[in-house]
Every structure is written in C-alpha cells, then in structure tokens.
C-alpha cells in the first residue's frame, strides 16, 4: 500500500509474542530447558503506526504436562491492537540439538 500506509505488520506482532511467551517461560523453568513455539491464533484488531510503543500482555492459561497456553492482549498507545492464544511446549536442549543434527545428517544423505 506504499510508504504512507506502513504499520505495525502482523508477522512483526507474532515475532514480538513470541519472544514476549518463551522469555517469560525460560524466566521460569530449569536452565538447559526452553521452549518452542507451536501455535499462533490471533486476531489483529487495529494498525499501529511505526515507531508507537507496543505493549504485549501475556498470561499463562493452561499448563498441561509439557505444553504451556497463554492468553494474549497487545495494544498501542491509543487501542488495542490483538488478543488470542499462543501455545509453546517446553523441550530439552541438549535433546533438541541432537535431533536437529540427525535431521542435518538426513538431509546430508539425500
């Protein structure tokens, strides 16, 4: 749409959401865990304009073994902006890389 009508782009909203869930997560779990993110659903209600500060809220909605639910609401300055859920499942890193360096072998033999 042009120069004029740049905003606060959706992919840059999940990117910030999702550094938003797993630094509160990691905050939170022993050292040599983190986390992944596995689904995204929300809804982005209104345009924030660039360089307006983004607030993004984040509550835990459910625990259930591994996999962690949060609730979230973002808003601007002036409106909010989205809400919708985030899930993200708590895996081992040292197991996580192990499994991407199988993956990289796989790929290797094709």
Known sequence: MGEDCRVY????LVRDIEHTCRDMIVENIPSGQDSVGTIVNI???????LGMEVT????VAEIE???????IVAKDQLDN??????????????????????????????
């Open 65 to 71: 073994g591994r996999k962690v639910a949060l609730d």
């Open 9 to 12: 782009a959706t992919p840059s």
């Open 56 to 59: 993004v809220t984040v509550t």
């Open 43 to 49: 809804v982005h209600t209104a345009p924030t304009l």
């Open 81 to 110: 902006i989205c809400k919708g859920r985030h899930e993200r499942f708590i895996v081992d890193v040292e197991k996580t890389q192990q499994r991407l360096r199988q993956k990289a072998a796989r790929l290797q033999e094709t």
